[in-house]
């Protein structure tokens, strides 16, 4: 028996990881989840799953809750030291699935306790990566990717050779936007930016797919989490999503991971490591798939790239400041304030506009990600006006 806790627990990957969770009741004992204010899904969550404790981040949703799970036995709790505390409350497994930079705090109170935590939130490796994984190490915590690309590659990744390894394959959608000239990049809305063609996710990690940031948040995450330097980590669309990604070696052989655009493949893969479990998902069909394409990503189109790859070689600050306008940006496209190439060109004029020295602490990299985010917010201002 497992005790589990989900931080995240009602948004896209925290659902995934809810059906996986249920259908071993024997093997998994909810703990804790938390969600920012979703109470109905939060509550109907805990009641199904007898959860020990419930948290909203949003203060303000609390009562909401109280009520929801009066009676129920189901421990409540409001704020965001409330979803820190939860996320040290003693869970043997772990999951990150809160969007964001808002994640940071939780996750590395979920590290200092031990244990499995796994990681689907990639935005804290971005920002504060050698900090989270310099934790893991301190404290003995097993961190684990969930996001489909990273878990491919640790699922192919010669751990105790790293020598032998020569590069490593991350593979992208290429997005709705794909074959979208610029012109008609311009004049995208917010209904086909989180329309995503091969999977189903969150607002904010498909407004990133569109603009091709995600893959490159989820290079800098590849360079924090493997130990291969950024000019060996290539980025491929394969619009098929059908690949995870690669693991190329010396002598020629290249290890892939293929399975459905599912996330209760990865996230079942954590979930039982280093066993294996049983998924309702069918197996791969290759004969209806027919054929896997392979194209280079075009640059002058997916600005997102090249940003988060100049971000990861100058290290420093620059992975935490296009984090932080990044997520500003979103929000205002997501809110129709600006349109969708203003959220790469508000991300490079942050950059541009702000090079602090490199932080060493958390609360350094929390002041920096605020400092972005304000200056992120006067351009969403100017673009508005
Ligand atoms: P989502 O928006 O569907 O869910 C986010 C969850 O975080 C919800 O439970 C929400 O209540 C909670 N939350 C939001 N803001 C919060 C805050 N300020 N404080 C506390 N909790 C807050 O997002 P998602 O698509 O599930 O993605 C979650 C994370 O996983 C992201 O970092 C994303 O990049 C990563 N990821 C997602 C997928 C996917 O398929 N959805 C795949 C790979 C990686
Ligand atoms: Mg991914």
Redesign the pocket.
């Known amino acids: 028996m497992r005790t589990v806790s989900i931080?995240?627990?009602?948004?896209?990957?925290?659902t995934?990881t809810l059906d996986l969770v249920e259908r071993a009741p024997e093997r998994y004992r909810v703990r804790a989840l938390?969600?920012?204010?979703?109470v109905a899904r939060l509550s109907e969550a805990a009641l199904r799953t007898r959860a020990e404790l419930a948290v909203v981040?949003d203060e303000t949703c609390l009562p909401a809750l109280r009520m929801a799970l009066a009676g129920s036995g189901i421990e409540t709790a409001g704020g965001?030291d409330a979803?820190c505390d939860a996320a040290a409350s003693g869970a043997d497994w772990t999951m990150g699935?809160?969007?964001?930079c808002?994640?940071l705090k939780?996750v590395m109170r979920a590290i200092e306790q031990g244990g499995t935590v796994v990681l689907?939130?990639?935005?804290p490796l971005v920002s504060a990566g050698d900090l989270v994984t310099a934790a893991a190490r301190e404290h003995g915590a097993t961190l684990l990717p969930?996001?489909?690309e990273h878990n491919a590659i640790f699922q192919c990744f010669d751990a105790a050779r790293p020598d032998s390894v020569r590069r490593i394959v991350l593979t992208a959608s290429g997005g709705p936007f794909r074959d979208w000239s610029l012109e008609r990049m311009a004049t995208v809305t917010r209904e086909q930016a989180v329309a995503h063609p091969n999977?189903?996710?969150?607002?904010?990690?498909s407004v990133?797919s569109a603009t091709m940031m995600?893959k490159g948040?989820e290079l800098i995450e590849a360079a924090r989490l493997f130990p291969v330097p950024a000019e060996r980590i290539e980025i491929v669309i394969h619009r098929q999503s059908v690949i995870h990604s690669m693991v190329d070696y010396i002598d020629g052989s290249m290890l892939a991971q293929l399975g459905p655009s599912d996330?209760r493949v990865p996230i079942a893969h954590c979930l039982a490591w280093p066993e294996r479990m049983a998924t309702p998902m069918a197996p791969l069909d290759l004969i209806a798939l027919g054929r896997l394409d392979f194209e280079a990503p075009d640059p002058v189109r997916f600005r997102a790239l090249a940003l988060a790859r100049a971000a990861l070689e100058a290290g420093g600050a620059r992975p935490a400041i296009l984090n932080a306008a990044n997520e500003v940006a979103v929000a205002a496209f997501l809110a129709g304030n600006i349109a969708f190439l203003e959220i790469a060109a508000i991300v490079d004029d942050t950059l541009q506009r702000y090079d602090p020295a490199a932080p060493e602490t958390l609360d350094a990299v929390l002041a920096i990600d605020a400092e972005a985010r304000r200056l992120a917010g006067e351009r969403v201002k100017d673009c508005v006006r």
Do not use: F, R, Y
């Open positions: 931080l995240g627990a009602t948004g896209s990957v925290g995934s938390t969600a920012n204010c979703d981040a965001m979803v699935a809160i969007v964001g808002a994640g939780p689907a939130n990639k935005e969930a996001d489909s999977w189903s996710m969150g607002a904010k990690i990133d995600n948040l996330m």
